[in-house]
């Protein structure tokens, strides 16, 4: 079946650094793949996502490049900020499968000032 | 435009009891998905109901059901709780069932959160 696997967290970082959260997944097909991000105490917000090979995804600093060669979907951003801070989920879709998301088990970055 | 909501906010039951979690999603989207999240884990997909039929089921008990309304709302309906149900069910619209991502963004409400004492 699907599955998607990411890096073991959590994550800290001092604000500025760069960060990268790893995703790789097993899919049959060409899925759409995605990148969640969720505050405390709040639901999923869509960061980006990619629909095909070698697709780049980007949002407010956020970059991800949908390679089907490895199955991998990293997350990074350049320079982190405080406020970046939350969980980060990799997830996919396949298109037979009508809205089902596969999502990994997340990926908590916390950012020191 | 108001986004998915989601109702009630918190719920504490107790085990054997029953629970109904509701959903409102956006206007116009006729999917509803509803998800569990267990502290510390990724969402797990529970149901898929679109234009009030069942679509897609996880792999969770019959303890566990959904429906959804003519207005394209939706309850989850759960039975005979155990303490492992404690989690943050989470439901998500979309405009449509099928066609890959580009018709398929998924829309999250801020969830419910049940503890199961």
Known sequence: GDSVTQMEGPVTLSEEAFLTINCTYTATGYPSLFWYVQYPGEGLQLLLKATKADDKGSNKGFEATYRKETTSFHLEKGSVQVSDSAVYFCALLRETSGSRLTFGEGTQLTVNP | DAGVTQSPTHLIK?????????????????????????????????????????????????????????????????????????????????????????????????????TVL
């Open chain 2, 14 to 114: 107790t085990r054997g009891q029953h629970v109904t979690l509701r959903c409102s999603p956006i206007s116009g989207h006729k999917s509803v998905s509803w998800y569990q999240q267990v502290l510390g884990q990724g969402p797990q997909f529970i149901f898929q109901y679109y234009e009030k039929e069942e679509r897609g089921r996880g792999n969770f008990p019959d303890r566990f059901s959904a429906r959804q309304f003519p207005n394209y709302s939706s309850e989850l309906n759960v039975n005979a709780l155990l303490l492992g149900d404690s989690a943050l069910y989470l439901c998500a619209s979309s405009p449509q069932y099928g066609g890959g991502a580009f018709y398929n963004e998924q829309f999250f409400g801020p969830g419910t959160r049940l």
